[in-house]
């Protein structure tokens, strides 16, 4: 399979707690390699993967979580890019952040 993607666009501020999920594991080959899901974001149409912001999960796990943060201005476009390994089985996908705005809306 390709990969998978979902945008928004967001109020200004803090993304922290990056946590992906699949219904279904990815597994492992036959050789007992573990197949992955990497989910990514990208901002503003860029082709390239905020670094450091990623959340991986490989094999038997459901679930992954990027304790980091990423800072976004307000308006910014932001793309949550999902890509399978080779071989991992098709499944419903998941992720969530936390968002801290900058400033209290009116």
């Known amino acids: 399979g390709g990969a998978s993607g979902a945008s928004a666009h967001v109020v200004g501020g803090t993304f922290s707690n990056f946590t992906c999920a699949v219904s279904s594991p990815p597994g492992t080959t036959g050789g007992g390699t573990p197949r992955t899901w990497t989910f990514e974001v990208v901002l503003n149409s860029s082709s390239t993967p905020v670094a450091g912001y990623q959340c991986v ?12 943060s990423i800072t976004v201005g307000a308006g910014d476009q932001l793309v949550v890019r999902a890509t399978p390994s080779s071989g991992a089985p098709s499944t ?13 809306l009116p």
């Not at 999960?57 to 980091?68: A, E």
Request: glycine share 8%; hydrophobic share 30%; charged share 10%.
């Open 57 to 68: 999960i490989t094999g038997s796990q459901r679930q992954n979580k990027n304790p980091g």
């Open 92 to 104: 419903r996908l998941a992720w969530s952040a936390l968002h801290t705005p900058a400033a209290t």
